[in-house]
């Protein structure tokens, strides 16, 4: 378990509910990984993300899937990508990661409560 911290602390993590709206290779990473694009409703937008989703998932199923995002972190640059928001997900016995997501459906851009 991580240190303690204050709900204050935990107010200040945006994590927001968005829906991928393209997926594609990231070749070009050091470890296998897509290019997100999610689409976190009309105050926030459209924002790019690298994920290292490869094991568990395909571009295809990717797209129109609702996923968590840390959408208040600065941007990070990964080799030629500029990514803008942190995907959440959970490893798995073996690392791969499984990406944490809503159970039903809710609006892009709603924040986790």
């Given at each position: 378990m991580s240190k303690e911290i204050t709900f204050g602390d935990f107010e200040k993590v945006d994590i927001r509910v968005g829906t991928i709206?393209?997926?594609?290779?990231?070749p070009e990473a050091r470890k296998p990984a897509f290019k997100l694009k999610i689409d976190f409703?009309?105050?926030?937008g459209i924002k790019k993300s690298s994920a290292q989703i490869t094991v568990h998932y395909t571009l295809e199923a990717?797209?129109?899937r609702q996923v968590l995002g840390v959408v208040n972190f600065p941007p990070r640059q990964i080799g030629p990508f500029r990514s803008e928001v942190l995907t959440l997900g959970f490893e798995d016995d073996k690392g791969a990661i499984v990406l944490a997501a809503v159970e039903q459906p809710v609006p892009n851009g709603h924040k986790l409560m």
């Open positions: 709206v393209e997926a594609e290779p990231f409703g009309p105050d926030i990717l797209v129109g």
